[in-house]
C-alpha cells in the first residue's frame, strides 16, 4: 500500500498558486495501479482516497504509521465503488463480490480486508474513500439499483444528471462518510452549476467514463477568487470546505463524490449565485 501525504492549505495560499502548484496539492493523477493500494491521505478532515486495482495477486490492505493504529480499520470506516471488471472484498473471511458499479461501506473494527479481481484481463477497479470513525456500522453491499436516485437538470442548461447516493442516511448508516456517484446524460457537459460550498464538509471527485482526449476543466477556489484545474479520465481532486467545486466537460462524464465533515447533511450546502462568481 502508497500513501501519499497531502496537506491542508489556506485560501489566501491558494490565490497565488500557478498551475503546478494546484495541481500538486490538489489533484490526484494516478489513482488505479496494477497489483496495488494507491492512497492520497489529506489533512483536510483527514479523508483518504485512492484506487485499488488487484490483477494477478490480491491485495491486503494494511495501516502504516501515518496511522498510527495497529489496522487499517481500527478507527475508521471506508466506501467503496467498483468501476472496472468483476471483483470481491474479503472482510474478516467473510466475502463481498462487487460488479461494475456496484459499492460497498466497511464500517469501524474490520481487520483483515483484501481485495481481488474475478478476471485478470477485466480487473476490477475499487475507488475508495475513507474517514475517520467514532462507531461501528454494518458492512453492507449497495448495488447501483440499491442507490437512492436524484434526478436534477434541464436538457437547455446542458447538465441532466442522476445522483446516485450509496453511502447515505436514506441507504446506508455512516459516522461522517457520505457517498455516490452522479451519471450525466449524453448532450450534458455540467456539474453543480450553479455551484455551492459546505464549510462543514470538505469533499474529493472523481471524473471517470471518459473517452482519451476528454476533459473536465474543473472549477475551484472561493466563489469570488476561483480557479480550473483540467482533469482526465480516472482522476481526483481535493476540495477544501471553503472551495467550489463544479465543472465542465468536453463530453458527457461520471463522477464520484465522497464528503467528510461535521455531519452528513447532503442538503446542507451554501449556495452560490451566479452574478456573485468571479
Known amino acids: 500500500m502508497s500513501l501519499e501525504i497531502r496537506y491542508a492549505n489556506h485560501p489566501e495560499d491558494s490565490k497565488h498558486y500557478t498551475t503546478e502548484e494546484l495541481r500538486k496539492h490538489y489533484l490526484i493523477e494516478k489513482l488505479f495501479v496494477e497489483n496495488e493500494a494507491a492512497l492520497t491521505y489529506s489533512h483536510i478532515d483527514r479523508i483518504i482516497a485512492g484506487g485499488i486495482m488487484p490483477v494477478e495477486k490480491e491485495i ?14 481500527e478507527r475508521r470506516e471506508a466506501g467503496i465503488i467498483n468501476i472496472g471488471g468483476k471483483g470481491k472484498i ?11 458499479g456496484d459499492g460497498l461501506y466497511i464500517g469501524m473494527g474490520c ?3 483484501t481485495f481481488e479481481s474475478e478476471d485478470i484481463n477485466h480487473p476490477a477497479k475499487f475507488y475508495f474513500n475513507s474517514s475517520p470513525a467514532h462507531k461501528a456500522f454494518p458492512n453492507r453491499i449497495i448495488t447501483l439499483e440499491q442507490a437512492n436516485k436524484v434526478k436534477l437538470g434541464e436538457k437547455e442548461n446542458l447538465n441532466v444528471r442522476t445522483i446516485n447516493q450509496y453511502v447515505h442516511p436514506a441507504v446506508c448508516e455512516s459516522c461522517q462518510l457520505v457517498m455516490g456517484m452522479t451519471i ?41 477568487e476561483t480557479r480550473h484545474v483540467i482533469i482526465s479520465n480516472e482522476q481526483a481532486i481535493i476540495s477544501p470546505s471553503w472551495s467550489i467545486h463544479s465543472g465542465v466537460g468536453t463530453s458527457n462524464y461520471s463522477f464520484i463524490w ?15 449565485a451566479m452574478e456573485e462568481i468571479q
Open 184 to 224: 450525466l446524460e449524453p448532450g450534458s457537459v455540467w456539474n453543480t452549476m450553479p455551484c455551492h460550498t459546505h464549510e462543514r464538509r470538505m469533499e474529493v471527485y472523481m471524473y471517470f467514463n471518459m473517452e482519451k482526449e476528454t476533459r473536465v476543466f474543473h472549477l475551484m477556489g472561493q466563489p469570488q
Open 60 to 73: 491486503k490492505l494494511g495501516a502504516g504509521k501515518e496511522l498510527g493504529v495497529s489496522y487499517f480499520f
Open 258 to 272: 465522497g464528503m467528510c465533515g461535521e455531519n452528513i447533511e447532503f442538503t446542507d450546502m451554501d449556495h452560490v
Open 90 to 100: 474479503t472482510l474478516d473471511g467473510e466475502e463481498y463480490p462487487l460488479n461494475h
Open 111 to 113: 481487520k483483515d480486508v
